[in-house]
């Protein structure tokens, strides 16, 4: 949530400050307070442990990546309209949406960058290299992209799924420094590359090794060796393309038990859900429970909003149409954010089982997009005022939509942990789990146990 906030924060400071600051206060508590983060929280065991870690260290490396904000470099002004606390320094820092501040070019660089863009024919960047204090690098610092590397090391390090997604974002940036450093010399590119990647290929190696020495193999990290109730040395494959039906309907789709009292809903294990076109491989598990993202959280759904922007973009780019410049960079970042999140979670798609934190492989990302897609949908109409109104309305509908589920359903978490550990509390708020609607395979009676019975938990 840290990283989510700050992203979030720099985002709309670099790219939608003219947008209502209400949108970027209801976005970060829905990205907090909705399915399945919130849901997490009910227990903590270590799988959510490995998928937060994964995703602490991939936001925090997106975060010190971004493009710097529209803030002066020099003396720190902030926006019009964002007050800051400058006796605090992390309120500061926070709602001047950067605890870096952009570095500024030497002279050296500048003249050398206006050269390169004259003889390459473009005039109209030489403006921008012109005045040589006000020329700001177009990059993060080697020591931010030093951070980034680890950051992203790290994120593997936690939750080896992410692996792709870091691959597919370490191109990304290695791509940009190359594009973005022809204008200034290799003698500059050359330690942000290095700075960059060695991170990486250093983790990568000690990975390997670590691997090798565990198991003997260098790829092999010792999912078939887990000590489950299922034996995985004897499933054919852990990972396979008749997974991915069962698995994507589950995370998107699945529905949740409707109770009589309180909480109201219930995250639903497999059984029965599945429609009749929908054919489960003979090893897939099914019986965790999980809640569809587009059911509970459907202010996931403008997630659509930003990844259809940055296609009209591409398209305008292919087709040669000069699109604005300043659209570039916002390209740029729901393209990070996009591998980041789409990638990290495409992996668990195919995987064998499926369950509730698994979409947390996912969801911390796609709330940035959504979160974007707000800004971009709201900047779209603002010249027409009913259907800005209504836009903001659906907006504020799905918001609470999705808040309201993300706690009733994080109540009881993974095997009724509510439920379990204080039946007194539960049976007072007014839990009585009969079923209204969509069926439950149990009624547990609820109120103090008998003085005789003793629980696994007290046993443990």
Not at 226 to 249: D, E, I, R
Not at 434 to 448: M, N, R, S
Request: hydrophobic share 50%; proline share 7%; charged share 15%.
């Amino acid at each position: 949530m840290l990283f989510l906030s700050l992203i979030a924060r720099r985002l709309w400071d670099r790219f939608f400050s003219d947008r209502p600051f209400w949108t970027l206060f209801f976005g970060i508590v829905v990205a907090g307070l909705s399915t399945p983060l919130a849901y997490l929280l009910a227990r903590s065991a270590v799988y959510e442990a490995a998928i937060m870690g994964g995703q602490f260290f991939l936001l925090g490396a997106i975060w010190l990546l971004l493009p710097g904000s529209k803030q002066n470099s020099r003396t720190g002004l902030q926006p019009a309209g964002v007050k800051v606390d400058r006796a605090d320094p992390l309120i500061g820092a926070f709602m001047g949406g950067s605890v870096f501040r952009e570095r500024l070019l030497s002279p050296e660089h500048t003249a050398h960058a206006a050269k390169v863009m004259r003889r390459a024919g473009r005039p109209w960047q030489c403006a921008r290299t012109a005045a040589p204090q006000e020329r700001s690098d177009p990059v993060p610092s080697p020591i931010r992209l030093a951070l980034a590397g680890l950051m992203l090391s790290l994120a593997v390090g936690s939750r080896v799924s992410l692996a792709i997604a870091v691959i597919a974002v370490g191109l990304v940036v290695c791509t940009w420094l190359a594009l973005r450093g022809r204008s200034i010399g290799f003698r500059w590119l050359a330690p942000r590359l290095l700075a960059f990647g060695a991170p990486l290929l250093i983790s990568a190696a000690l990975l390997a090794t670590y691997n090798h020495a565990r198991f003997g193999n260098w790829i092999e990290f010792g999912q078939k060796y887990q000590l489950t109730g299922n034996n995985y040395k004897a499933t054919p494959a852990l990972f396979s393309l008749a997974n991915l039906p069962p698995s994507l309907y589950s995370y998107t789709l699945r529905p949740v038990y409707l109770l009589a009292g309180f909480p109201f809903v219930e995250a639903r294990k497999g059984d029965g859900t599945f429609p009749a076109f929908i054919r489960l491989p003979e090893h897939y598990e099914y019986n965790e429970p999980i809640a569809g993202l587009l059911l509970v959280t459907p202010f996931a759904w403008l997630a659509v909003i930003p990844v259809g922007w940055t296609l009209l973009f591409a398209r305008r780019v292919w087709m040669k149409k000069s699109p604005s410049h300043a659209d570039r960079p916002l390209a740029r970042v729901i393209l990070l954010v996009g591998l980041a999140a789409g990638l990290g979670f495409a992996p668990v798609l195919f995987m064998v089982g499926s369950t509730m934190r698994y979409l947390a492989d996912l969801a911390p990302g796609l709330m940035v997009l959504a979160l974007l897609g707000v800004w971009i949908r709201g900047r779209s109409l603002s010249g027409n005022r009913r259907g800005s109104r209504i836009f903001h309305g659906a907006v504020l509908t799905m918001a609470v939509w999705s808040v309201g589920f993300g706690l009733l359903l994080s109540v009881n978490g993974y095997y009724q942990h509510f439920r379990s550990f204080n039946p007194e509390l539960a049976a007072r708020l007014g839990y009585r789990s009969i079923p209204q609607v969509l069926g439950h395979p149990d009624e547990p009676e609820i109120g103090p146990r008998p003085a005789n019975e003793t629980s696994h938990a007290d046993a443990d």
